[in-house]
């Protein structure tokens, strides 16, 4: 019961955070998000969430230390790519975030930013792309093939993860049809990757603002 609460509340607050992440993209604009909308955002947290949980979950009870190089990977990797574009991109030290903070305060403020887009973006997509050049440290635009790669990434990593655990499972998952479990992970997490589709296809309140829709892109 309180697995299933905790699942509720982090894809509600996922579901809250495309909705103001929308808003902020489009502020100019009066976003208007339809019951469609929410429906889709919540399937697709629903599968996206709790598949990679599950996937994590089942390598670390029969890999108990790789699973920490694996989530230590993840973590480092998405908490410098911000970083490494912001280097690429050689803009100026972001200086307007506070003015009462000082560079270091600045920077100390920035890592947690991306301390918490790297957590984020280990379980799900984030709905909001941090980029430290742009004044509001959010990305505007629509990237379609950073999610493309994310998403295709992400089930590799995660079909390799089930296939090591499918190989070292224990006497434990003796009663557990295991290709079984293995596919339906799979297709769960593709679903939510459907869902995903048909929200920004479909429902998304402001796709006609899109320069390309995401089929498009694909």
Known sequence: IFMVLSLLSIVYGALRCNILAIKIKYD????RVKPAAY???????SFEIATRVTVL????????????LVVLLNFLGFFFYPWILFWLSKSPFPENIEKELSRVG????LCLLTFLYAGINMFCWSAAQVELSD???????????????????????????LLMWYIYRTDFYLYVCAPMLFLQLLIGY???????????QFCHPCKKL????ITEAL
């Open 106 to 109: 600045t920077t100390i403020v």
């Open 210 to 213: 899109f320069s390309s829709s």
């Open 135 to 161: 004044p509001d440290l959010i990305s505007k635009s629509q990237n379609w093939y950073q999610m493309t790669v994310y998403y295709i990434v992400r089930l590799m990593e995660n079909a390799f993860l």
């Open 190 to 200: 593709c679903m939510g990757i459907f869902f995903m589709l048909v929200f920004y």
């Open 57 to 68: 979950v089942l390598f670390g009870s029969v890999l108990r230390i790789w699973v920490f």
């Open 39 to 45: 429906l889709c955002i919540f399937m697709w947290r």
């Open 28 to 31: 100019d604009y009066d976003v």
